[in-house]
């Protein structure tokens, strides 16, 4: 750490006001020497950073409207559906979940439990470091977490539906031309049937078993470290919280690989409802 | 310059600034003191939203990325080009579709104001997601920021519902066909859609369910335009606008951007 000391050449200043760009808050606890405080005037450092970047976001916002038009196709047409529909761009992350899940789950539970598992955020994560500046080591877990399930679940999938989804919701490879009568193996098969289950009440059984045996993780994992120190800190309650929404949100990728390895469609078929 | 020239352009100018007019109007002066750089963010209506004093931190490029300030530029950029294309568009089955390609081909910078619009409002859907993200990585939602996330979260959310609302508006089909697909998620809620798991069990029909509360009918059609169009214009922003006075309210209430207090 470097020991240098920067004085303001200005008259009335103080050093805060000098070199900000540069300037890392230095301590030196107990030895009454001049530092650099950790506040400096918003006129002109800071109102000067804001102008800067909305100056050359403005001119970017004005160079891209004068070179690319807004889209606009013909009249709407109730009796012509498009092949295929697709929701707004920063949606498609939800639509590519209704590949997986059917619409009440990727349609509303899910983004719903995506709303409130970002709303419950600080309440969960109670890891003091870590606030103020970035780092990986101090809290790698939310990090990865979080990673996770922006950057992996959310904007991979967007990705995906803008990209890679042509007619019938079917895989096309950008490159690749739009067929709509591609021929697609609907081999698709429920979890239970694949085990081999035929009856109602067994195929009901074991659907049941597998989606309770996924979130029986929740309470083993309790049982297992229950003890340990980070645990007793997060409390019975928060880890509900954090365990539901982390297993709820793994349910995705478990889901994913199924299809993609084994066709599986639904694991558990009620009456009522499907997952 | 003479010096008596001199002197007469300074006795001109001190009529001038200390002249009823220009003090009642000018609270400070310009040279660079500490206490007119306080002055020159508290005394002044738009910039004092800003603290007079920000942590140093908090003027990085790198720490910042400028997420939470270009979001709020885009925003005011859309109520801007918004409130223009409002004098030329009526939301109506009949009208909405030619309104627009008038404003295309025949308003003087109708379609650069259109498209202002459209790419600002998806330009603020990348931004917030990227404040959203910086935030995290700072780990600025901790204590005692825990509330202004649950705002963000909010406001993350009604930008999303703003944008998709305004994708109805040109009644193309590509506007259409996605708050189709979109409200259709609504048919399936559970307990409040027809289609979704206990809905009909506890008496929700096709006509009224959580969808034709959103659509205003069986399928998207003109009454979903006007629904929209209120939600899009009025409903959305007042609301949105609330809640971003309270986040940057908030931010100068817990201290600043990040950081412990």
Same mark, same amino acid.
């Not at chain 1, 750490?1 to 760009?21: F, N, Q, T, W, Y």
């Not at chain 1, 800190?233 to 509900?240: A, I, K």
């Not at chain 1, 297993?247 to 390895?261: E, I």
């Not at chain 2, 959580?210 to 006007?226: D, F, K, S």
């Given at each position: 750490?470097?020991?240098?000391?920067?004085?303001?050449?200005?008259?009335?200043?103080?050093?805060?006001?000098?070199?900000?760009?540069?300037?890392?808050?230095?301590?030196? =606890?107990?030895?009454?020497?001049?530092?650099?405080?950790?506040?400096?005037?918003?006129?002109?450092?800071?109102?000067?950073?804001?102008?800067?970047?909305?100056?050359?976001?403005?001119?970017?916002?004005?160079?891209?409207?004068?070179?690319? $038009?807004?889209?606009?196709?013909?009249? =709407? %047409?109730?009796?012509?559906?498009?092949?295929?529909?697709?929701?707004?761009?920063?949606?498609?992350?939800?639509?590519?979940?209704?590949?997986?899940? $059917?619409?009440?789950?990727?349609?509303?539970?899910?983004?719903?439990?995506?709303?409130?598992?970002?709303?419950?955020?600080?309440?969960? $994560?109670? %890891?003091?470091?870590?606030?103020?500046?970035?780092?990986?080591?101090?809290?790698?877990? =939310?990090?990865?977490?979080?990673?996770?399930?922006?950057?992996?679940?959310?904007?991979?999938?967007?990705?995906?539906?803008?990209?890679?989804?042509?007619?019938?919701?079917?895989?096309?490879?950008?490159?690749?031309?739009? $067929?709509?009568?591609?021929?697609?193996?609907? %081999?698709?098969?429920?979890?239970?049937?694949?085990?081999?289950? @035929?009856?109602?009440?067994?195929?009901?059984?074991?659907?049941?078993?597998?989606?309770?045996?996924?979130?029986?993780?929740?309470?083993?994992?309790?049982?297992?470290?229950?003890?340990?120190? =980070?645990?007793?800190?997060?409390?019975?309650? @928060?880890?509900?919280?954090?365990?539901?929404?982390?297993?709820?949100?793994?349910?995705?990728?478990?889901?994913?690989?199924?299809?993609?390895?084994?066709?599986?469609?639904?694991?558990?078929?009620?009456?009522?409802?499907?997952? | 310059?003479?010096?008596?020239?001199?002197?007469?352009?300074?006795?001109?100018?001190?009529?001038?600034?200390?002249?009823?007019?220009?003090?009642?109007?000018?609270?400070?002066?310009?040279?660079?003191?500490?206490?007119?750089?306080?002055?020159?963010?508290?005394?002044?209506?738009?910039?004092?939203?800003?603290?007079?004093?920000?942590?140093?931190?908090?003027?990085?490029?790198?720490?910042?990325?400028?997420?939470?300030?270009?979001?709020?530029?885009?925003?005011?950029?859309?109520?801007?080009?918004?409130?223009?294309?409002?004098?030329?568009?009526?939301?109506?089955?009949?009208?909405?579709?030619?309104?627009?390609?008038?404003?295309?081909?025949? !308003?003087?910078?109708?379609?650069?104001?259109?498209?202002?619009?459209?790419?600002?409002?998806?330009?603020?859907?990348?931004? !917030?997601?990227?404040?959203?993200?910086?935030?995290?990585?700072? +780990?600025?939602?901790?204590?005692?920021?825990?509330?202004?996330? !649950?705002?963000?979260?909010?406001? *993350?959310?009604?930008?999303?519902? *703003?944008?998709?609302?305004?994708?109805?508006?040109?009644?193309?089909?590509?506007?259409?066909?996605?708050?189709?697909?979109?409200?259709?998620?609504?048919?399936?809620?559970?307990?409040?859609?027809?289609?979704?798991?206990? +809905?009909?069990?506890?008496?929700?029909?096709?006509?009224?369910?959580?969808?034709?509360?959103?659509?205003?009918?069986?399928?998207?059609?003109?009454?979903?335009?006007?629904?929209?169009?209120?939600?899009?214009?009025?409903?959305?922003?007042?609301?949105?606008?609330?809640?971003?006075?309270?986040?940057?309210?908030?931010?100068?209430?817990?201290?600043?951007?990040?950081?412990?207090?």
């Amino acid at each position: 750490m470097s020991s240098e000391v920067v004085h303001s050449d200005h008259p009335i200043d103080r050093p805060a006001d000098l070199k900000v760009g540069a300037g890392k808050l230095r301590i030196r =606890a107990g030895t009454g020497e001049e530092v650099l405080p950790d506040k400096i005037h918003s006129w002109p450092y800071f109102v000067r950073v804001e102008f800067i970047a909305g100056l050359i976001m403005f001119l970017f916002l004005c160079v891209w409207s004068l070179a690319i $038009d807004a889209p606009m196709e013909e009249p =709407a %047409n109730p009796s012509m559906t498009p092949n295929p529909s697709k929701a707004p761009w920063y949606f498609l992350g939800l639509q590519e979940m209704l590949v997986y899940f $059917d619409p009440w789950l990727a349609g509303v539970v899910f983004p719903t439990l995506i709303i409130v598992g970002l709303m419950v955020i600080p309440y969960i $994560d109670i %890891n003091p470091r870590g606030n103020g500046y970035y780092t990986f080591k101090e809290r790698w877990f =939310a990090i990865l977490t979080f990673f996770f399930g922006f950057h992996v679940l959310w904007v991979v999938q967007i990705f995906i539906g803008v990209f890679l989804r042509g007619p019938g919701w079917n895989f096309f490879m950008p490159w690749e031309f739009w $067929d709509s009568h591609k021929i697609v193996a609907l %081999n698709n098969i429920d979890w239970p049937y694949l085990l081999g289950a @035929r009856g109602y009440w067994t195929s009901f059984m074991i659907g049941g078993a597998t989606v309770g045996g996924f979130f029986s993780v929740i309470p083993l994992f309790w049982k297992m470290f229950e003890n340990k120190p =980070a645990m007793r800190q997060l409390g019975f309650v @928060r880890y509900l919280v954090v365990s539901g929404l982390f297993m709820t949100m793994m349910l995705m990728p478990f889901k994913m690989v199924l299809r993609w390895t084994l066709n599986v469609k639904y694991l558990w078929i009620t009456p009522w409802f499907n997952i | 310059m003479s010096e008596k020239a001199d002197q007469q352009k300074q006795n001109i100018l001190k009529l001038i600034t200390e002249s009823q007019v220009w003090t009642s109007t000018f609270r400070h002066g310009y040279a660079d003191t500490p206490r007119n750089r306080a002055l020159q963010i508290s005394a002044n209506v738009w910039l004092h939203l800003h603290p007079t004093k920000v942590r140093r931190h908090g003027i990085r490029y790198r720490y910042t990325w400028c997420a939470g300030g270009l979001t709020f530029l885009l925003y005011l950029v859309t109520v801007v080009t918004g409130v223009v294309l409002m004098f030329y568009y009526r939301p109506t089955g009949e009208y909405a579709y030619h309104d627009i390609k008038y404003l295309d081909f025949d !308003v003087p910078f109708g379609m650069f104001t259109r498209n202002m619009h459209r790419w600002a409002a998806h330009g603020m859907v990348i931004m !917030v997601w990227l404040h959203m993200f910086r935030v995290f990585m700072t +780990g600025s939602y901790k204590p005692p920021r825990e509330f202004n996330w !649950v705002v963000g979260v909010l406001l *993350l959310t009604l930008t999303l519902l *703003l944008s998709f609302t305004g994708y109805l508006l040109p009644w193309d089909q590509l506007a259409i066909w996605a708050v189709t697909v979109g409200t259709n998620m609504a048919r399936a809620a559970p307990l409040v859609g027809t289609e979704g798991p206990f +809905g009909p069990e506890i008496g929700v029909t096709p006509r009224y369910n959580m969808r034709t509360l959103l659509t205003a009918a069986v399928n998207v059609g003109p009454p979903t335009l006007m629904r929209f169009y209120v939600l899009h214009c009025i409903f959305i922003p007042v609301i949105a606008s609330m809640l971003m006075i309270l986040h940057f309210w908030r931010i100068r209430k817990d201290g600043g951007i990040s950081g412990p207090l």
